[in-house]
């Protein structure tokens, strides 16, 4: 699992300084989490594959969050997309996106599907062979979803050695063993899987938390996952204007991954009234070690 | 008047190509034509001034002439406009930038007029104490006009010289002499106008002719102007796509730029396929001579 950042700043795009979006790589996979204006530029930018997306999901229907969108879908068509693509969203993008659609004569040529959010509560809204995705509800000054994406246990692993002392195991076999299943002689012995299998490497999670209020409830929904971005759009010295847009400071920020015992912290959406970033580093790091700063083009190992 | 190119590529942006963009540099207003994904982003990279814009001309609802301009609208919120923004567009893009701002709960602080197109004819869209705009009826795949900018005719020059030479002549008599008025003194006697002022510098034209398929029936309207930019969004070579996508090759824009006896041509709205945009001079320069290629971040005098 890898994170790569396409845009972590509030508001506007500027020429090195894109609005939210970035990219969770998973088995070869992209998905998208948020998309502002100027994302598919990004993508271009840091040679992602348009065609390794196949799921977006979109926080909240404010435009430095989903502007990018319409754009991307576009291109999509005149590429020649085939795959379909999944789009998870508050109620009403749909009808942002189809309207444009329509009055542009925009002719979709490959499946598009909406999956409208508008639960308050977490819900399971993705799952795959490789991993789930469930919404963390945050709260901002419109209705808003996190989104947590955990990794599924992978198959444990043959140990070769092991299997090649006994002859009767042949190939067919491993699929179960793989499983975690014995294997079973024709006279009915057994042979326990811990002697021919390996644990499977430990699984990842990641949760992506913008935009919100300082939101201590979403703490046991998160707890412990390997890395948290969440946002940071403002500094402790202006905390109340933090909580009169309903966003957080990184003080706040670093608060909610000690409190949840995450492994590692990420901070993003900021706020342009702030000339030096690392100022958010230095302020979480008084409560909360392991922490860094999104920036353009950057990537995270989870 | 001076024309800024912001994007002047088809379909997608990439890190150094946008699509449809441009300013018009009249009298210290910027008038903004088109409004492709990422336009924002080129009027911060080459230091336009947001406030100067107040006029906003779309020609035609494909995505890649108006992407961008939602987020621009957002982006003046952001920064205190006050001053009114008057958009020029067809149909239907009032509807698609209102639905936003409906379901994203903005709430645009300044005033917003849309002047909403949809005749087949020429029309005066626009006269203010220095220029008039009116549309271009072009022929593409939706209704998409053009748009003819001209200045008025600018005062009469004071001839400094000659005026010192009547001391009965005073300050307060400059606002007539300037209009062109003879002065006439308190004892009905007449000083003529040509002989205290020079004539005024020369007025400018400008059209913006994109997107269409050549469409010869548009030279009456632009005949003998100082500027022309023609979309070219192929070569010749490829001809029978520019006829199916109703796009016009480079050949064909001088061909109008020919007839219609325009000073200079600039060409845009290249498509992607094309690694060397010099081959659209080469391929223009067969029909006519004072060519050259909008590129971004380009400024041409017009």
Redesign the interface.
Known sequence: MKLHILGCHS?????TVFPSSQLLEINNELLLIDAG??M??QL??YKHKFNKIQHIFISH????HF??L??FL??LR?IGREKSIHIYAPV??K??IE??FI????DINYPLFFHELSSLESELILETDKYTVKTIPLEH??YTNGYLIREKTALRKLNIDAVKQYPEIETWAYHNLKRGKDFVREDGSIIPNETLTLPPPPTKSYAYCSDTIYKPDIIPLIKGIDMLYHEATFLEMHKDLAVKTKHSTAKQAAQIAKDAGVKFLVLGHFSSRYPDETQFIKEAKEIFENVDIAEEGRSFEV
Chains 1, 2 share one sequence.
């Open positions: 508001a506007t795009p500027r020429s204006e100027g598919q530029i271009r930018k229907l404010h435009g430095d502007y990018g319409v754009g576009s291109s005149l009403g993008l009808e942002i309207l444009q009055l542009t004569k925009t000054r419109v």
